[in-house]
């Protein structure tokens, strides 16, 4: 027997005496009943479900669905991940209350090719890099647009005034507190340049362990501890292994002594701690294949900068691109000789 199709009358209830329109859905019925509300730009009637749409007739004469052709024929595909990285960062700033409001098509479309156009003359990074950053996805070397002052938005007057164009790899969130600035955004052009310098400085590494060795309600400067207790909060993985966050501790602070104080990526001496100028070289822990977890053998020590987010376990294919090695950050920069 054929399901008997359900019918919602309107009864009166829009407004209209004796009304008798039938609807297949209450949804359908809801908005016949929602009264229409005055454009406050032409004055016209229209639907509270349609206003939005219709508003946007009157901006900048800007067609509803704006179709703008692709300016660079010849490379298509890049083209499209330059316009997917602008809105996601727009769209970041909006809900982080940085912007008031989602720019037109119009302007982020000009936005995209002002990022394209700059990508495409560079021959490395604002980081002084010697990789010119890759318009591909789930890459270490992928164009990252680093804000140099996190209080602002990306795109301040829709311009690149505030945008640093470096790789994933060195775009990590701000711990510099007092000035809200990222690495680049602090550095600037000298990142690299620091980076060398620092890579041929000695360590106190009787220091580093003595400071990080503190009990943890007496290490305010204890950035070792913090950062296992996160891992071990985080990763089941690390939980199945480890019977407490003490144990995992005393297991990082071994692995910390085995590597010398030294970042295992970078051999950068990882003396800095919480709310110093050089907060970011202080040492976090990183996971190897973060697919594995945060468990024994699959561990190592890096400096705070160089612990970007991995995007393996995004990743659809199996690659091991998008995860900082020694020889991926000496080409970074620049160093063609075994370390």
């Known amino acids: 027997m054929p399901k008997r199709k359900r019918e919602h009358v309107c009864g009166g209830r829009c407004g209209v005496e004796g009304c008798d329109k039938t609807y297949a859905s209450k949804k359908s019925l809801k908005r016949h009943w929602t009264p229409k509300k005055p454009c406050p730009v032409c004055a016209k009637m229209i639907h509270p479900d349609y206003m939005p749409k219709h508003k946007r007739r009157h901006e900048e004469a800007t067609p509803i669905r704006a179709y703008f052709p692709c300016p660079f024929p010849e490379d298509r595909e890049r083209f499209a991940h330059v316009k997917m990285k602008v ?63 996190n209080n602002l938005p990306h795109f301040v007057d829709n311009g690149l005034s505030n945008i640093s164009f470096v790789i994933l790899g060195v775009n990590n969130r701000a711990e510099h507190r007092e000035t809200k600035h990222s690495l680049v955004g602090t550095y600037g052009e000298s990142t ?139 080409k970074y920069i620049g160093v063609h000789r075994k370390s």
Not at 97 to 119: F, N, Q, T
Not at 275 to 288: C, K, Y
């Open 87 to 149: 809105h996601n960062h727009l769209r970041a700033d909006l809900e982080a209350g940085r912007i008031s409001e989602m720019p037109g098509p119009r302007v982020k479309h000009k936005i995209a090719c002002d990022v394209y156009l700059r990508w495409r003359s560079m021959s490395g990074d604002d980081a002084g890099g010697h990789v010119k950053p890759r318009l591909q996805c789930y890459h270490i070397y992928q164009l990252s647009l680093d804000r140099k002052n």
């Open 192 to 330: 690299v340049a620091e980076f060398k310098r620092r890579r041929g400085m000695s360590v106190d590494l009787d220091t580093i362990m003595t400071r990080e060795s503190k009990p943890k309600d007496k290490a305010k400067d204890n950035v070792v501890y913090k950062s296992c207790m996160r891992a071990y909060q985080r990763d089941k993985k690390t939980q199945a292994q480890f019977d407490s966050v003490g144990e995992f501790f005393h297991h990082g602070l071994q692995l910390l002594r085995a590597q010398g104080g030294r970042c295992a990526i970078s051999n950068i001496p990882m003396d800095g701690h919480r709310g110093s100028a050089d907060s970011f070289f202080q040492p976090s822990l990183d996971a190897i294949d973060p697919k594995l977890g945060h468990v024994n053998g699959n561990l190592r020590w890096v400096i705070l900068c160089l612990n970007a987010t991995d995007c393996a376990k995004k990743n659809p294919n199996e690659s091991k691109a998008s995860r900082w090695t020694k020889k991926k950050f000496l």
